[in-house]
Nanobody, 123 residues
Framework: QVQLVESGGGLVQAGNSVRLSCASS????????VGWFRQAPGKEREFVAA????????YYADSVKGRFTISRDSAQNTVYLQMNSLKPDDTAVYYC????????????????WGQGTQVTVSS
């Protein structure tokens, strides 16, 4: 019943930055752990970053650590993914997902998913 909507994707040049947003109208969203995943054509869905329900704990994939930052604004029911120093390999559809019970790195652990937003990084 938790519906998620991603936004902020688009075409950017390598080395530039973009911020993705994941918003929900559900009042229970603030109690969920939230993760970002991405999927490129011909590749498996992979974990990007996650944040706990309180916003205190965060976790990042090694490929994005130091470049991406996940954060949340509970008052606005929104989770953000700030992406800096973008590379062509970052090109993918980015998905926001919410987990009721725990924060994890595997997509099977998440209960609700958005429809994704495309990020294309040109060289």
């Amino acid at each position: 019943q938790v519906q998620l909507v991603e936004s902020g994707g688009g075409l950017v040049q390598a080395g530039n930055s973009v911020r993705l947003s994941c918003a929900s109208s559900a009042r229970t969203f603030r109690t969920c752990n939230v993760g970002w995943f991405r999927q490129a054509p011909g590749k498996e869905r992979e974990f990007v970053a996650a944040i706990s329900r309180s916003g205190v704990d965060t976790y990042y994939a090694d490929s994005v650590k130091g470049r991406f930052t996940i954060s949340r604004d509970s008052a606005q029911n929104t989770v953000y993914l700030q992406m800096n120093s973008l590379k062509p390999d970052d090109t993918a559809v980015y998905y926001c997902a919410a987990s009721i019970l725990r924060m994890g790195t595997r997509w099977e652990a998440y209960d609700f998913w958005g429809q994704g937003t495309q990020v294309t990084v040109s060289s």
